[in-house]
């Protein structure tokens, strides 16, 4: 039953362990050939994997697990999926209903667990229920926003017969996503961008989600409305268009953030005000007036006022925003922005023999056309990678957002890349969060897949470092590491192709051999050690406290 459901939903991979409680399940896996297991070592993986499937396809992703353990190891990459509104469908198996509650072997609550970080959840009782269970879940991970929904499923019933039925539809009961706009919320919302002399559109992951690409560019010509996208966001407007302006927030430009300090309308799509975006929230674009697209009206005057809401799919809102809105020009706003750019430049590199972490991501982009898949970690090496590895095309960087999940950067790159085999996907990873997740080499090389991994290696866990550095006097309390592996001996204990890069003067040919070989490679960067990200907007503060890259004077060489 659970295999023929996940077939009419058109699953093809599945990212899992088996354990006693799941292994009826496993069991008759064979029977159905169109359903491919990847066999990954930590629930973990499979949980970020299968997210890392579902950004990269748009399709669901699924994970299975056992009871306890193997379900409680899922969690990090649930929550991770919950933060960023990413759809899959874990599948756990559960100790058999005559012993739930006895705290039997391997008995854990999953349910009850997760429920705060799921989208839904389900324990099924009845065997007769679970077609139209696995429908649900799938229907409710993949519409409205996005999100993760759980399936658990005593072995009894796994073992047991009953009548199969997949209904072709559901109808659930309080749960309505919205699949259309308020007309009048398009008038006012057209009226304000008439009105604006200095708008921006601030483009988030509900571009990606809606696949409202082809919109956001026609309404940002129609109108020339410069464009900011969130980090999440990235990837959905092209870089090398005139309106792009970067990514805001507590790394982004310095002219993104200051661009939004100056705007007097906001037309926020597909995004949620993150605190690594407002700062603090009291004191975000105070000149602006908003309009905010979002598909979950929960979001919607949450964090930051909306002068107009709009409840709706992405797609749906700009579809009809550039069929209303009149043509407008801002020749003097775009001046201005050339202005901003020209004296917050941001990013430059500085001129040093160091092997700058920086330098690597130029020097990946430059070598593979800014046409790689990027997945990343948290931390350091995630803010250079979005900010200097720049994209033209759609869909191209798998991060973890809200949950800032190390050990995201191995298990998401295995999911990105089963699920676009023919394109060239780089894990640009961190030391730190590489080796919460290293074991995931195995899986990797075991299906042979051609990732491709950047270490950016500095020996610390950099964003705790730079915290340090900046906040607590230098006191690197717990954030150095001293038992490193040689990454190198790793990759190759696990058959893999592996390099290790000390110079600027071997990156380039370093990356080059990566991209020639046929299957997956590890590049280890030992980089320099004490390397911060600028710019940097402090947690909670404003753009007027932003600390800007500092001039090659102030850093020593």
């Excluded at 109808?171 to 919205?178: L, R, S, T, V």
């Excluded at 129609?222 to 302006?245: E, M």
């Excluded at 866990?461 to 906040?471: D, K, N, P, S, T």
Aim: glycine residues 8%.
């Amino acid at each position: 039953m659970v295999c023929e459901s996940l077939i009419r939903e058109g699953v093809e991979h599945i990212f899992g362990i088996p354990g006693g409680a799941i292994l009826p399940l496993y069991q008759v896996l064979p029977e159905y050939k169109k359903l491919k297991h990847i066999l990954v070592r930590h629930e973990q993986g499979a949980a970020h994997a299968a997210d890392g499937y579902a950004r990269a396809t748009g399709k669901a992703g699924v994970a299975f697990a056992t009871s306890g353990p193997g379900t409680t190891n899922l969690v990090t990459g649930i929550m991770t999926a919950k933060m960023d509104s990413v759809p899959i469908v874990a599948i756990t198996g559960q100790v058999g209903r005559p012993v739930i509650g006895t705290d039997a072997f391997q008995e854990t609550d999953i349910t009850g667990i997760t429920l705060p970080i799921t989208k839904h959840n389900y324990l099924v009782m009845d065997i007769n229920d679970l077609g139209e269970t696995i429908k649900e879940a799938f229907h409710i991970a993949t519409t409205g926003r996005p999100g993760p929904v759980l399936v658990d499923i005593p072995k009894d019933i796994l073992q047991g017969n009953g009548v199969f039925n997949y209904p072709e539809n559901v109808n659930i009961p309080g749960y309505k996503p919205n699949t259309s706009v308020n007309q009048k919320q398009i008038k006012r919302a057209c009226e304000l961008i008439k009105k604006s002399k200095r708008p921006v559109l601030l483009a988030g992951h509900g571009i990606k989600i809606s696949k409202a690409y082809d919109e956001l560019l026609e309404l940002a010509e129609k109108c020339q409305i410069p464009v900011i996208n969130t980090l999440l966001g990235l990837s959905s407007f092209p870089a090398n268009h005139f309106l792009y302006c970067g990514w805001p927030g507590m790394h982004g430009m310095a002219y993104s953030n200051l661009i939004l300090d100056q705007s007097d309308l906001i037309i926020a799509v597909g995004m949620r005000f993150d605190d690594r975006i407002t700062g603090n929230p009291d004191k975000f674009a105070l000149a602006s007036k908003k309009i905010h697209i979002d598909i979950d009206a929960s979001e919607i005057g949450k964090i930051i006022h909306a002068d107009v809401p709009i409840v709706s799919d992405a797609k749906i809102a700009l579809s009809n925003l550039v069929k209303s809105v009149e043509e407008k020009t801002h020749v003097a706003w775009l001046n201005q922005i050339d202005r901003l750019k020209n004296n917050h430049p941001s990013l430059a590199l500085r001129d040093t023999e160091k092997l700058l972490p920086q330098f690597i991501i130029k020097e990946l982009h430059e070598l593979t056309n800014g046409d790689s898949i990027i997945v990343t970690g948290v931390g350091q090496h995630q803010m250079w990678a979005a900010q200097h590895y720049t994209f033209n095309d759609k869909n191209k960087i798998i991060t973890s957002g809200g949950a800032g999940a190390m050990g995201y950067e191995v298990p998401a790159a295995l999911g990105a890349q089963i699920g676009r085999p023919n394109e060239m996907v780089w894990s640009i990873a961190g030391d730190g969060g590489f080796q919460m997740t290293m074991s995931e080499l195995a899986t990797i090389s075991e299906n042979n897949l051609p990732i491709k991994f950047a270490i950016i290696n500095n020996g610390f866990l950099g964003m705790v470092r730079q915290w340090q550095e900046l906040f607590y006097e230098k006191s690197y309390v717990s954030t150095s590491y001293k038992g490193i592996p040689d990454f190198v001996k790793l990759a190759e204990a696990f058959d893999i192709y592996a390099l290790k890069v000390t110079d600027k003067t071997q990156v380039k040919p370093a990356i080059l051999d990566a991209i020639k070989h046929d299957g997956p490679v590890l590049i280890d960067f030992i980089v320099e050690s004490e390397e911060n990200v600028y710019p940097f907007i402090p947690s909670g503060a404003t753009v007027q406290d932003m600390m800007e890259e500092p001039s090659s004077q102030e850093i020593k060489q």
